[in-house]
T-cell receptor, first 109, second 115 residues
Framework: DAKTTQPPSMDCAEGRAANLPCNHSTISGNEYVYWYRQIHSQGPQYIIHGLKNNETNEMASLIITEDRKSSTLILPHATLRDTAVYYCIVRVAGNDMRFGAGTRLTVKP | GAVVSQHPSWVICKSGTSVKIECRSLDFQATTMFWYRQFPKQSLMLMATSNEGSKATYEQGVEKDKFLINHASLTLSTLTVTSAHPEDSSFYIC???????????FGSGTQLSVL
């Protein structure tokens, strides 16, 4: 599976949009982009995933560039409970899921 | 969304004893389950992959005789840490998926402390 690069940490003001970038320049055509987050001392929580089209659900939006070499997870109105480590993972359907270092997002009042 | 239940949430044991951790998919049949380990301030590390009814596939460096995995049914997988030592103290997390194209759902994790 393609490797991903994420900033180690980011801050966001409560109520504002949090935009978390992810680079996956070696992604292949059959690899999906997944986003999970892990709140301290809990198991990872699924957020969203996509192949090439932008996706939106009740938690977030996923914007994938046309060349698919990068993506952005958008939390439209961040709350203090969104403070977590966010993982961007690129994976072929059916393969296992391997985690990188992720981005530690801190939402501040 | 699908629910994966993991028990116990935390366990403290003496060095040399064995500890069993259970992972159950509550509302779907999990053809494949995964076990991860996470040390403080580090990311999740995949330990092994198990498919129902077959032997688990372990990642390089993970001792299969120490970390026994059983996936006897489509809703239950267990990880047994045998002869635990303090260096086995870690956060263990399971995950499950229903099929190849399905996303993974994770349990809440088990904090193991070996004294």
């Amino acid at each position: 599976d393609a490797k991903t690069t994420q900033p180690p940490s980011m801050d966001c003001a409560e109520g504002r949009a949090a935009n978390l970038p992810c680079n996956h320049s070696t992604i292949s055509g059959n690899e999906y982009v997944y986003w999970y987050r892990q709140i301290h001392s809990q198991g990872p929580q699924y957020i969203i995933h996509g192949l090439k089209n932008n996706e939106t659900n009740e938690m977030a939006s996923l914007i994938i560039t046309e060349d698919r070499k990068s993506s952005t997870l958008i939390l439209p109105h961040a709350t203090l409970r969104d403070t977590a480590v966010y993982y961007c993972i690129v994976r072929v359907a059916g393969n296992d899921m391997r985690f990188g270092a992720g981005t530690r997002l801190t939402v501040k009042p | 969304g699908a629910v994966v239940s993991q028990h116990p949430s935390w366990v403290i044991c003496k060095s040399g004893t064995s500890v069993k951790i259970e992972c159950r998919s509550l509302d779907f049949q999990a053809t494949t389950m995964f076990w991860y380990r996470q040390f403080p301030k580090q990311s999740l590390m995949l330990m092994a992959t198990s498919n129902e009814g077959s032997k688990a596939t372990y990642e390089q460096g993970v001792e299969k005789d120490k970390f026994l995995i059983n996936h006897a049914s489509l809703t239950l997988s267990t990880l047994t840490v045998t002869s635990a030592h303090p260096e086995d103290s870690s956060f263990y997390i399971c995950s499950a998926r229903a099929g190849d194209n399905e996303k993974l759902f994770f349990g809440s994790g088990t904090q193991l402390s070996v004294l």
